[in-house]
């Protein structure tokens, strides 16, 4: 059992920046892949970047690449995302997940975190 916990999500005007972070609870969180995706009003939930377990591997949707950045801590049971360069159309609400292996797909992670707001004015 994983228990995730996002922080660091705001209210930031275009092209600033904000880092958010998911603290996992239990020791096998280095054995997990971790995912963050996100869900604006009206829409579905998003791929957004994705870490493999060791964080030697990652991914990105088009529409962040180059602007975010996935990371992870092993040894702070933590994952990051940095977000640069905002856009209003990033605004959303900001979940990660945790699952056996990397992938762009919702269905592929069995834990979810309850989600950060990230708001971006114009």
């Known amino acids: 059992q994983v228990q995730l916990v996002e922080s660091g999500g705001g209210l930031v005007q275009a092209g600033g920046s904000l880092r958010l972070s998911c603290a996992a609870s239990?020791?096998?969180?280095?054995?997990?892949?971790m995912g963050w995706f996100r869900q604006a009003p009206g829409k579905e939930r998003e791929f957004v970047a994705d870490?493999?377990?060791?964080?030697?591997?990652?991914s990105y949707a088009d529409s962040v690449k180059g602007r975010f950045t996935i990371s992870r801590d092993n040894a702070k049971n933590t994952v990051y995302l940095q977000m640069n360069n905002l856009k209003p159309e990033d605004t959303a609400v900001y979940y990660c997940?945790?699952?056996?292996?990397?992938?762009?797909?919702?269905?592929?992670?069995?834990?979810w975190g309850q989600g950060t707001q990230v708001t971006v004015s114009s």
């Open positions: 997940a945790a699952g056996g292996y990397s992938s762009r797909l919702r269905k592929s992670y069995d834990y």
């Open positions: 239990g020791r096998t969180f280095s054995s997990y892949a």
């Open positions: 870490i493999s377990w060791s964080g030697g591997s990652t």
